[in-house]
């Protein structure tokens, strides 16, 4: 998956917050850096697997794909 991620800490909550904005509102959150990722994998994979379900289309990455 090659999807942008935006990696965030937020001091009111005192945790990291992985936004996906080629997900709306797909977000995860954890106590360290590598958590909150590890954690917006899983989310990235349910998002992808609740919109196969509806019917729905999986938007391609703006980012990452072979732009190097």
């Not at 590598?34 to 697997?49: C, G, P, Q, R, S």
């Not at 379900?53 to 732009?67: C, L, S, V």
């Amino acid at each position: 998956m090659n999807y942008p991620v935006i990696l965030k800490y937020s001091s009111t909550d005192k945790c990291y917050i992985v936004s996906v904005p080629d997900f709306p509102g797909c977000m995860a959150d954890g106590k360290t850096p590598n958590e909150a990722y590890e954690n917006a994998k899983l989310v990235i994979k349910e998002w992808i697997d609740t919109a196969r379900a509806a019917g729905r289309e999986i938007p391609t990455p703006t980012f990452g794909q072979d732009n190097f």
